[in-house]
């Protein structure tokens, strides 16, 4: 069967895509756990679910007997579209919260009208989901720029087009 997952066994994760993993990079090396999955299992302790969980297998494979080849292959499959997943939403929230972290700090002791908040919001959500190169993102926003600037002086028409 292909493997869906194209990361390496846990103690040596890699990437998912071309971008940048912050959930890898997280990993120190050598070490078993990784910190996010432990700070996960302070904040959700699931002990008695997982146990339930082996148990259920365990019986699952107990009535499979022989036939288990099927059933391994599904639960590998699972875990690996699940394992996918998790560093996909970590990666996706990292940056997102970076932006955002950004954002506020240069802003400062500004104050943006709700209306300006919106759309600053807007842009950096539309930055981090589009994941273009720096020239495609800067040509972009000098594009917006120059149609505030345009509009600013009073020479936003078809004509400056």
């Known amino acids: 069967m292909k493997k869906l997952s194209k990361q390496d ?3 040596n994760p890699q990437p998912l895509s071309p971008r940048p993993s912050y959930y890898c990079q997280m990993k120190p090396p050598g070490e078993d756990s990784h910190p996010v999955d ?8 699931q002990d008695a679910e ?7 297998q365990e019986q699952v494979g107990a009535q ?25 939403f970590f990666d996706v929230g990292y940056e997102y919260g970076l932006a955002e972290a950004q954002a506020r700090a240069r802003r ?3 104050v943006y009208s709700e209306a300006g908040e919106a759309l600053a919001r807007d ?7 589009a994941q273009l190169s720096f020239e495609d993102t800067l040509v972009a926003l000098l594009e ?6 345009l509009r600013e002086r ?8």
């Open 9 to 11: 066994p846990p103690h």
């Open 38 to 45: 432990i700070a996960v299992r302070q904040r959700l302790p």
């Open 50 to 56: 997982r146990k339930r969980l082996l148990e259920l």
């Open 64 to 88: 499979l007997g022989k036939n288990l080849a099927g059933f391994l292959e599904l639960e590998s499959l699972r875990s690996d579209i699940s394992l996918d997943r998790e560093e996909a």
């Open 108 to 110: 400062g002791t500004v």
């Open 123 to 129: 842009v950096r959500e539309r930055m981090v989901q």
């Open 144 to 149: 917006c720029l120059w149609v505030a600037a």
């Open 154 to 161: 009073g020479t936003f028409s078809e004509d400056s087009a």
